[in-house]
């Protein structure tokens, strides 16, 4: 059974990056697509990108130009980092191993996410 | 602007009661949509994948059907740990991939 768990800082000032990281246990991080997901309070799920063990990317085009996924194979870990934060980033960020079988793509396994707070 | 909208927005419902949720999506989408469970502070489950496939260690009560742009969630029989938050998830158009605003379903 893979495990997700997410880590770093708990509040971000604004205009500054927020850096999250997600290590996977139980399972290979090879051969498979990680992503983030986030929940504003009060609000609903935002798909945020995802990354291939290989390095490749897809961004939520209303990130993109802030956004940048990343992947360490070695130490079974990928990252996140969004730049020029606001409080319309402040969320609970999740990590999540995408699945990928024929069209159909789902978010099979979650960690259990952490709050971000963006806030001076 | 593609769209998924979940109904009911919320819903009281009593153990043993069979429970219904909609979502629609703005424009077909196959069978490419998910359903999801989540409860506060605990990871989202995985509960239906490809509109009506039964994810593994996911109880018979949970049944998912429909295509195009109209599908359900159903949960046979409810059981006391059913009580969450419920969420629909397309990957037909993507990027992005969408989720629906989400179902509360609470204890009546």
């Known amino acids: 059974q893979v495990q997700l768990q997410e880590s770093g800082p708990g509040l971000v000032r604004p205009s500054e990056t927020l850096s999250l990281t997600c290590t996977v246990s139980g399972g290979s991080i090879s051969g498979s697509y990680w992503s983030w997901i986030r929940q504003p309070p009060g609000k609903g799920l935002e798909w945020i990108g995802y990354?291939?063990?290989?390095?490749?990317?897809n961004y939520n085009p209303s990130l993109r130009s802030r956004l940048t996924l990343s992947i360490d194979t070695s130490k079974k870990e990928f990252s996140l980092k969004l730049s020029s934060v606001t409080a319309a980033d402040t969320a609970v960020y999740y990590c999540?191993?995408?699945?990928?079988?024929?069209?159909?793509?789902?978010?099979?396994?979650w960690g259990q996410g952490t709050l971000v707070t963006v806030s001076s | 602007d593609f769209q998924m909208t979940q109904s009911p927005s919320s819903l009281s419902a009593s153990v043993g009661d069979r429970v219904t949720i909609t979502c629609r999506a703005s424009?077909?989408?196959?069978?490419?949509l998910n359903w999801y469970q989540h409860k506060p502070g605990k990871a989202p489950k995985l509960l239906i994948y490809?509109?009506?496939s039964l994810q593994s260690g996911v109880p018979s009560r949970f049944s998912g059907s429909g295509s195009g742009t109209d599908f359900t969630l159903t949960i046979s029989s409810l059981q006391p740990e059913d009580f969450a938050t419920y969420y629909c998830q397309q990957s037909y158009i993507t990027p992005p991939y969408t989720f629906g605003q989400g179902t509360k379903l609470e204890i009546k």
């Open positions: 424009q077909s989408i196959s069978t490419y």
């Open positions: 990354i291939y063990y290989s390095g490749n990317t």
């Open positions: 490809a509109a009506s």
């Open positions: 999540a191993k995408l699945t990928i079988q024929s069209r159909s793509h789902f978010f099979e396994y």
